[in-house]
Nanobody, 120 residues
Framework: VQLQASGGGLVQPGGSLRLSCVASGDIFSVSFMGWYRQAPGKQRELVAI???????EIVDWVKGRFTISSDNAQKTVYLQMNSLKPEDAAVYYC???????????????WGKGTLVTVSS
């Protein structure tokens, strides 16, 4: 199983980016999909997660600016980031709970990360 994230880049404060993460490989289903971020010198932190396709959770400091959505059939999770601030700059990692067979338990997989830079 591999997760491929894309969509990062350089954006000015107030700008927008849309991150995507698609899973590929031997996958029966996906239990949860989420985005984490890690800024230099800081620990990786949860940004948003969607469970079962429609149960979403977004951390308070991005609520109202970021939206998570998913397409379970395409095994893809998106993070729409609006009104970006310099403090949002980080490497963003996608995380998916992959079930590889009927009745199996989800195993957590991580993408390699995509860099988001917010600067004028």
């Amino acid at each position: 199983v591999q997760l491929q994230a894309s969509g990062g880049g350089l954006v000015q404060p107030g700008g927008s980016l849309r991150l995507s993460c698609v899973a590929s490989g031997d996958i029966f289903s996906v239990s949860f999909m989420g985005w984490y971020r890690q800024a230099p010198g800081k620990q990786r932190e949860l940004v948003a997660i969607v469970r079962g396709g429609d149960d979403t959770e977004i951390v308070d400091w991005v609520k109202g600016r970021f939206t998570i959505s998913s397409d379970n059939a395409q095994k893809t999770v998106y993070l729409q980031m609006n009104s970006l601030k310099p403090e949002d700059a980080a490497v963003y990692y996608c995380n998916q709970g992959i079930i590889r067979r009927y009745g199996g338990y989800p195993v957590s997989y991580w993408g390699k990360g995509t860099l988001v830079t917010v600067s004028s």
